[in-house]
């Protein structure tokens, strides 16, 4: 209930629920009841109303079956079933109806723990990802531990979502040889290199790539309808999602006139202040 929610964030506790071979792991911080609490139309000193429910289920048949076709076309492997994670609060408010709130962002990182079947070589996780509306999917950071003789895949994410990982071996012919080539291919087969036929290690680099990169990198990409804060940047500008998710998370805060220039060529001073802003959404300092 709400008001043990509370107590635990008072006492800066998590949350971590296990079911199967699946562990999600919350700060009570992150579920925010006193926000979820104005929602739900429920008096703040009235916590104990509001009951908080975290949920994982596997995805349907018919779902899976999408879901494994799009990683088949994408030439992917996906490696365990995709699983649905959910936080709801429920509450009757005081107008006397009942309401619900979907907890489905954090302001921080949020811990899923998969532990990777016995029979499968670790080395064929790649990374994990999160799952969008029409079944496509986007990189999410993950890193791969061994624990009591067993593999598990830590996928960290700033949403709530569907989640899998996926194996997907890339070598960027482009970069053979190159003293970056190993890094390279790592960011194109963990999603965050999408572009990677074109890819020239060596040229400049526009505002744009690099905010595309960095928000791929974060897990923060998306592939839904945005409407862009920035005048110069059209319906049909290719990094419109990553621009906008960048600005969103305060990555990026463009120009005084209300433009983005995505085509300039960034400048070092410019890389700096992304990556420091980046280190806020990362809760680094």
Not at 73 to 95: N, R, S, W, Y
Request: charged share 25%; net charge negative; proline share 2%.
């Amino acid at each position: 209930t709400g008001d043990i929610v509370k107590e635990m964030e008072k006492e800066n506790f998590d949350i971590a629920v296990t079911k199967g071979d699946i562990q999600y792991v919350i700060p009570a911080s992150q579920i925010t009841i006193e926000k979820l609490a104005d929602r739900l139309n429920v008096d703040a000193d009235k916590l104990e109303k509001i009951e908080v429910e975290i949920k994982m289920n596997a995805v349907s048949d018919s779902v899976l079956k999408e879901y494994k076709e799009v990683a088949q076309k994408m030439q992917h492997e996906l490696i365990v079933p995709p699983v649905e994670f959910e936080v709801v609060a429920t509450a009757t408010g005081t107008d006397g109806a009942k309401h619900e709130v979907n907890v489905d962002k954090f302001s921080n990182y949020v811990e899923r723990i998969i532990e990777i079947p016995a029979n499968l070589d670790p080395s064929k996780i790649t990374t994990g990802i999160v799952f969008n509306a029409d079944g496509t999917y986007s990189h999410v950071p993950t890193t791969v531990f061994k624990e009591n003789g067993k593999y598990y895949a830590r996928i960290n994410s700033l949403t709530n979502s569907v989640y899998s990982v996926i194996y997907n071996h890339v070598t960027v012919d482009s970069v053979k040889g190159h003293w970056a080539e190993e890094t390279n291919n790592d960011m194109a087969s963990r999603l965050v290199l999408v572009d990677y036929a074109n890819f020239d290690a060596d040229s400049a680099i526009t505002r744009a790539e690099f905010a595309d990169y960095i928000v791929r990198a974060l897990g923060l990409y998306r592939d839904e309808d945005v409407e862009s804060t920035f005048s110069d940047i059209s319906e049909s500008n290719s990094y419109k999602i990553s621009i906008q998710k960048a600005n969103e998370w305060g990555i990026i805060s463009g120009y005084p006139d209300g433009s983005f220039k995505a085509d300039k060529t960034i400048t070092r001073e410019e890389a700096m202040a992304m990556y420091a802003r980046a280190m806020n959404v990362l809760s680094l300092e």
